[in-house]
């Protein structure tokens, strides 16, 4: 299977369960094939929902030392030789706060700081995908600045329930998608997305749709299958995520990245 005629140009890897199994370390096969796409030519884009701080480890671990990664669900944009963001899309967490809030009293929300940290309103099982501070404030705080994400967890509170409950939701200017396990909520500026980031980092670099590829394994890769000329899924992806792209790989365990990259690279 060729993409526009030829290897893809602009390939797009989540991280979690896709490069890697989280608290693992990237392996040697997957780490070669993405350094002989880059060797090739090829644009690799970490796309991931990890901050910053958490995703320099991979690249360090991938070899990759200058280009894009897109951080946050697409929220942050980093230049990686720059080691500094390029873009950052915020918006006021307070409207979505006080709106779930009142669904969801117990809800413990952490708004990211760039580079820095967090703040949060409780501590919360996330702390591994954050990285540098994790400062506990309260709500009011929180909210008086701008973000780029707000993670938003139930403790005790189920999926099925979670996802009844914000049907009744009705927050302006907001997006958000559900983590694959457990009850959390990840909110991001309307129309903010990994697949809208990357639209926009294709348009600078003047790469053909056609001649991209992008690889996932969760409901915030959604936008990204749909923006990718070539869509792949991870095997051990939720089953409806499997239904919406052009193929499925291998296992994050059986290393299902290189099996997809080494057919060019």
């Known amino acids: 299977m060729d993409i526009d005629g030829g290897p893809p140009r602009l390939i797009a890897l989540d991280v979690d369960g896709t490069l890697l199994r989280t608290g693992t370390p990237v392996s040697d096969r997957v780490a070669a094939a993405v350094r002989a796409a880059v060797a090739n030519g090829a644009h690799v884009v970490v796309s991931t929902g990890r901050t910053m701080l958490t995703t320099r480890p991979v690249l360090e671990e991938l070899g990759l030392i200058r280009g894009h990664a897109i951080c946050s669900n697409g929220a942050v944009h980093i230049d990686i030789e720059a080691d500094e963001p390029a873009a950052v899309h915020v918006f006021d967490p307070r409207p979505a706060v006080t709106a779930l809030r009142e669904l969801f009293p117990e809800m413990i929300f952490t708004a990211e700081k760039v580079g820095v940290g967090v703040w949060a ?3 919360s099982p996330g702390e591994y995908y ?27 509170g189920s999926v099925t329930e979670m996802r009844r409950l914000l049907e009744t939701l009705a927050v302006p200017d907001i997006s958000w998608v559900y ?20 639209e926009r980092l294709r348009r600078i670099l003047d ?36 239904d919406i792209v052009d193929e499925v790989t291998a296992d994050v365990a059986a290393d299902g990245v290189a099996a997809v990259l080494e057919r060019w690279f």
């Open 207 to 242: 790469i053909p749709r056609a001649a991209t590829l992008a690889i996932g394994d969760g409901f915030n890769d959604r936008e990204m299958f749909a923006w990718a000329g070539h869509s792949v899924a991870m095997a051990n992806a939720p089953a409806e995520l499997h």
């Open 121 to 123: 309103t409780g501590m």
């Open 130 to 156: 954050i990285g540098g501070e994790y400062v506990v404030v309260d709500h009011h705080t929180l909210c008086s600045a701008p973000t780029p994400r707000l993670n938003c967890w139930w403790p005790e």
């Open 179 to 198: 983590g694959e396990f457990g009850p959390w909520l990840s909110i991001s500026r309307q129309g903010v997305s990994k697949g809208w980031a990357l």
